[in-house]
């Protein structure tokens, strides 16, 4: 049960990424969970700083 909640997770989170790509953000790779992990990771620390820096820039 967490098994398949967990790859749903990582599906969406891989649909979303591919679907607002830029060549800041890596792309999942489904060949092992922990690389999965850690890129997913790293894509959400990226989107998460250029969330943060656009609110900054529009919002003071």
């Known amino acids: 049960m967490i098994a398949n909640f967990v790859k ?3 599906d969406g989170a891989k649909s979303v ?3 607002f790509h830029n060549e800041d953000y890596i792309y ?3 060949k092992d969970f ?3 992990a850690r890129t997913l990771s ?3 620390k990226a989107v ?3 969330m943060r820096r656009a ?3 529009y919002h003071g």
């Open 8 to 10: 749903n997770l990582i």
């Open 17 to 19: 990424l591919v679907i």
């Open 28 to 30: 999942p790779d489904r």
């Open 34 to 36: 922990r690389r999965d």
């Open 42 to 44: 790293s894509d959400f």
């Open 48 to 50: 998460g700083k250029d």
């Open 55 to 57: 609110l900054t820039k």
